[in-house]
């Protein structure tokens, strides 16, 4: 099944799934517990090939979620920078579209969320906080 698939595809897959077990969440857990994300920060962008940049700055996260959605095609870079007393650590993962929860960010005093994202027809991205 895998065999006809090219390198990058393979990677891509590798990266999303590596999101989905660092973010310590499946999809089917999310789905029964969507009332304790709320949504802090929305952007959309529309054209042949649309691109954006969300950023937002989040205090003592609980958890944070990033939604990308397209009717075709969404790519989006996440990085997160969390400071914890002096210590501030930086992340980054290159994903597609879909709901991603982001892993390290409990216990931190502040994170700071950007997202990059780039596709085709209309993209939203949505930046949420568990509450």
């Known amino acids: 099944m ?3 698939l090219s390198r990058r595809m393979l ?6 799934s590596a999101a989905l077990v660092l973010g310590g969440m499946t999809t ?3 789905a029964t517990s ?3 994300w ?3 920060a929305r952007k959309t962008a529309s054209g042949p090939k649309p691109a954006l940049t969300i950023s937002r700055a989040i205090r003592e996260p609980r958890g944070i979620g990033v939604r990308g959605s397209s009717p075709t095609h969404i790519g989006m870079r996440i990085i997160w920078d969390c400071t914890r007393l002096v210590t501030n650590r930086r992340w980054v993962i290159d994903v597609l579209g879909g709901f991603h929860a982001l892993p390290y960010v409990r216990g931190n005093e502040r994170c700071v969320v950007t ?3 780039h596709g085709r027809d209309r993209i939203t991205v949505l930046i949420y906080k568990r509450s």
């Open 2 to 4: 895998l065999a006809g």
């Open 11 to 16: 990677a891509q897959i590798a990266v999303v």
């Open 28 to 30: 089917a857990a999310l």
């Open 34 to 36: 969507w009332s304790k």
């Open 38 to 40: 709320q949504v802090v």
């Open 115 to 117: 997202v990059v994202a």
